[in-house]
DNA sequence: TTAGGGTTAG
């Protein structure tokens, strides 16, 4: 809304008018009943009555005309009459209220009051101001009624502006110990999100009853401060103020949010005292509270003794379920469910992307479009969700046309979502493209910007995009930082890594985390200085945990350093004794080293233990279908036609004089089975299978569950150039870029 | 006045 508004004019000129008067001139006589009581002294008794029977504008019409024909309708109490109707009413009309307002002489401070209502009915606060303007222009004072109406069409942060300018005339007119207009103003900031202003009113107000407590105690849940909602409603309890139905729903909410059981079931049992009426919004806000404190048993009780149930009811059962972990429960009730909105289609797609089950999110979301429901924004960043995670670079593009097209809210999640997802599934150009499209960032925007360049190999334009961030002001957080080592461990950057590390903490007063000496660990280690790297661990003001070690480990192995290593699989096997990654590693570390006795001790130990290998699995996305490989796959349906291919591959790439990489193998077994162990990896199978299923020169993606292997790496360069192909692997820790035979990592990982 | 969303070291 422009402030402009309140200094300047803008009274519209009702673009309706003439055609108003066309409408009721046109009436033809049948169509008005006859009024005869009408001749019955009409100044002294005018026929309130008939208006208060109307129903429909065109019965208020009937009777407008009827007044006009026995030349009564200049009757001040006639006229606010139809205007309260045609403002107040359900079946009012704003066009015709101008029409009749234009028409009144000198219309009083109630019927200026009465506009300024109706248009702020029908969401047109700007208009309301206009009439407020005008109002004044003409001399006539607001009253405490004026602006309760006025103050009502302000309900979001953009309107924020032009409510203080409203609170300015409050008090400039001195109505600012007014009950009603301090209510209204407690309500405008609350919902224009300045909580703490409201506060400030609200303290200052001379007399506060119920509805104003609950103004706040809402106001601090659309803040998402539940806390001080809380503290609110027990400081009304103290003031002696009892609470509705309305103050209850509000503190159950924030109840629920807080996971206060103890204050929940207070708010119950005053309930079940009969202190308030029972209605199916306190049932459900009941039912959510016992649901996200776990109690399950008590808000299945409550929903099943319930007699009416609604989508809410349902949605909250099935959330609760989810949220105690019981997938396969939820899912029963979703069945169940008599009918289903996209609020209960995204609780239970996010059940599954809380459960890491990415694939079933997808089949989730196609059933909902079968089933005719429009996703919304927030069931978009789920989905966006599980393609970052599934690498499924085609969803997640349709998901962003889908939005365009469908005019589905893109607003801040949905953005930070789409940046991650392209990131995640290594188109950086998409990223950006999204990132430079948006009006306006928050810190998550920058910090997933960061990430994702991090990852993605581009340290330069996260550092860059560091740079800009705090010259737009927008404090990094912890998360930021993350992203910004790591960028520095991808590109080899130590002394710039050592830099931020310092001054993450120096200039921005942020202390640094078990993560962030983890990233520090990786960037030393890495880089090679592994003693260095070491130091930082024993130097470490926490203890540290098995990625620290594992970390330490990874860089062992590029850097063969057998003694470190030993440490530090010792101490990660001591923190997670059957984590099988760990002895996967130790063992291609002694491979690389040449060390058989030791590799055959891991091994055997690993057999007494039941420590099993993390099997590698490897997902491509071949028109919006995500197919899955494990080493050695045979289930898929063209699995023939896949392994024909990859020794095909395979032949071409030894034609042009790829030698195979067998030394980090840990299996005591002969060269040539070795070679053929390496060649059922999950990765060769999703590429033998993209390069059959895509067209020439299409870019296939690949996101593996573990580290890519030194021997899968060199295939995928060599593919890149043989086949003309770009070959994009996401791996456990970050992108590889195959084009023209080299990679983005520049072999640095 | 009741249900839902985003970034995180290996």
Redesign the pocket.
């Known amino acids: 809304m422009p402030l402009s508004i309140l200094r300047k004019t803008h009274f519209l000129r009702s673009p309706l008018k003439k055609k108003m008067a066309t409408i009721v001139a046109s009436m033809s006589p049948t169509h008005i009943s006859p009024l005869t009581h009408l001749h019955s002294s009409p100044e002294t008794n005018p026929p309130l009555s008939l208006f208060e029977n109307c129903n429909s504008m065109d019965q208020l019409k009937q009777t407008h005309s009827q007044i006009i024909q026995k030349g009564i309708a200049s009757e001040p109490i006639l006229h606010s009459k139809i205007i309260a109707f045609c403002c107040t009413s359900k079946a009012g009309c704003m066009n015709y209220a101008r029409y009749v307002f234009d028409t009144i002489p000198e219309p009083n401070v109630y019927i200026w009051n009465t506009m300024i209502k109706g248009y702020t009915r029908i969401n047109c606060p700007n208009y309301a101001v206009s009439f407020y303007k005008e109002m004044l222009e003409k001399n006539i004072k607001p009253d405490t009624y004026t602006f309760p109406f006025l103050l009502k069409g302000y309900t979001s942060d953009a309107a924020l502006q032009c409510g203080k300018l409203v609170h300015a005339h409050v008090c400039k007119f001195g109505f600012d110990s007014d009950l009603f207009v301090q209510r209204a103003l407690v309500c405008m900031y609350s919902?224009c999100g300045q909580i703490d202003i409201a506060c400030g009113v609200f303290d200052m107000s001379s007399k506060t009853d119920v509805v104003s407590w609950?103004?706040m105690i809402?106001?601090y849940?659309?803040s998402k401060r539940f806390d001080e909602s809380r503290k609110f409603f027990d400081a009304m309890g103290r003031k002696g103020v009892l609470p509705?139905?309305?103050t209850?729903?509000?503190v159950?909410?924030a109840c629920?949010?807080l996971k206060d059981l103890e204050t929940g079931k207070r708010v119950h049992l005053y309930i079940m005292n009969g202190n308030v009426d029972p209605?199916?919004?306190?049932?459900?806000?009941l039912i959510?509270m016992y649901a996200?404190c776990g109690a399950m048993d008590v808000a299945l009780g409550i929903f099943e003794s319930m007699t009416k149930r609604?989508?809410?009811?349902w949605?909250?059962i099935v959330?609760g379920f989810v949220n105690s972990g019981q997938i396969d429960v939820a899912r029963k009730y979703f069945d169940q469910m008599p009918e289903r909105?996209?609020?209960?289609?995204?609780?239970m797609i996010?059940g599954y992307?809380r459960f890491n089950n990415f694939k079933e999110v997808l089949i989730l979301f196609r059933e909902m479009q079968t089933e005719k429901v429009n996703?919304?924004?927030?069931?978009?960043?789920?989905i966006?969700?599980a393609c970052?995670q599934l690498g499924a670079l085609q969803v997640g593009e349709w998901v962003e046309t889908y939005i365009d097209k469908n005019q589905v809210?893109n607003?801040?999640?949905?953005?930070?979502?789409l940046i991650?997802m392209y990131f995640?599934c290594g188109n950086t150009e998409k990223a950006v493209r999204v990132f430079e499209k948006m009006a306006c960032r928050?810190?998550?925007?920058w910090?997933?910007m960061i990430?994702g360049f991090?990852?993605n190999g581009q340290g330069k334009e996260a550092l860059d995009i560091l740079s800009d961030m705090l010259r737009a002001s927008i404090s990094p957080?912890?998360?930021?930082y993350?992203?910004v080592?790591?960028a520095c461990?991808?590109n080899g950057m130590v002394n710039e890594g050592r830099n931020f590390f310092s001054s993450m903490t120096l200039d921005h007063g942020i202390e640094p985390?078990?993560?962030?000496?983890?990233?520090m660990?990786?960037l030393l280690g890495?880089a090679g200085h592994v003693t260095e790297a070491l130091e930082v661990i024993k130097k470490m003001p926490m203890e540290p945990?098995?990625?620290?070690w594992?970390?330490l480990?990874?860089?062992c192995r590029v850097h063969k350093n057998v003694e470190m290593a030993e440490i530090a699989a010792k101490e990660l096997l001591q923190l997670e004794p059957n984590n099988g990654?760990v002895c996967v590693l130790l063992c291609n570390i002694y491979a690389v080293c040449n060390k058989l006795e030791n590799l055959r001790e891991v091994r055997h130990m690993m057999m007494e233990r039941g420590i099993k290998k993390t099997p590698g699995c490897s997902l491509i996305e071949m028109n919006g279908i995500v197919h899955e490989f494990v080493a050695g796959d045979q289930s898929h349906p063209q699995s023939e036609e896949i392994y024909s291919k990859l020794e095909e591959i395979m032949e071409d790439l030894k034609f042009a004089g790829y030698l195979c990489n067998t030394s980090e193998l840990s299996l005591d077994i002969g060269e040539e089975e070795k070679e053929n162990a390496l060649n059922r990896h999950s990765e060769k199978l999703a590429i033998a299978f993209g390069l059959i299923s895509s067209e020439p020169r299409v870019t296939i993606r690949i996101v593996k569950n573990l580290?890519i292997c030194v021997d899968c790496h060199h295939v995928a360069k060599l593919v890149s150039r043989i086949y003309d192909r770009e070959v994009i692997v996401r791996d456990?820790?970050?992108f590889h870029h195959f084009r023209s035979g080299s990679c983005s990592c520049k072999d640095y990982w």
């Open positions: 919902l609950n103004v809402s106001g849940n659309r509705t139905s309305v209850l729903v509000s159950l909410s629920s949010k209605s199916l919004i306190l049932e459900n806000a959510d996200a609604d989508l809410i009811s949605t909250v959330k909105d996209s609020v209960s289609w995204t609780a996010d992307l996703p919304d924004e927030f069931t978009m960043v789920s966006l969700t970052a809210k607003d801040i999640y949905v953005a930070n979502a991650d995640k928050d810190k998550f925007t910090t997933a990430v991090a990852i957080d912890d998360v930021t993350i992203g080592l790591c461990t991808h985390s078990v993560a962030h000496y983890g990233c660990v990786d890495r945990n098995s990625i620290v594992g970390t480990l990874g860089a990654a580290r456990r820790t970050r």
